[in-house]
């Protein structure tokens, strides 16, 4: 099984990008996928899988939200 986080790209530079999870930024590799900023995207143990829509992102983190509270 995979777990994929959900982020907004800020910035890329090259084959790397910085991606903001709530608040939180890291940079990530983002080899496997072409990304700009303001895209939203899965990670993946710190590489980015897929590209994903704003809707979907927000769903993601809603339940990530509600598993937290459970």
């Known amino acids: 099984m995979c777990l994929?986080?959900?982020g907004l790209v800020k910035e890329v530079m090259?084959?790397?990008?910085?991606?903001?999870?709530g608040?939180?930024?890291r940079e990530v590799d983002a080899t496997l996928e072409e990304v700009s900023p303001?895209?939203?995207?899965l990670v993946h143990v710190g590489v980015?899988?897929?590209k994903i829509d704003e809707e979907e992102?927000?769903?993601?983190?809603r339940i990530f939200e509600?598993?937290?509270r459970a």
């Open 4 to 6: 994929g986080i959900p």
């Open 14 to 21: 090259g084959r790397r990008a910085l991606v903001d999870f």
């Open 23 to 25: 608040g939180i930024i």
């Open 38 to 41: 303001g895209d939203y995207v």
């Open 48 to 50: 980015i899988i897929a």
């Open 57 to 61: 992102a927000k769903e993601i983190m």
């Open 66 to 68: 509600e598993i937290e």
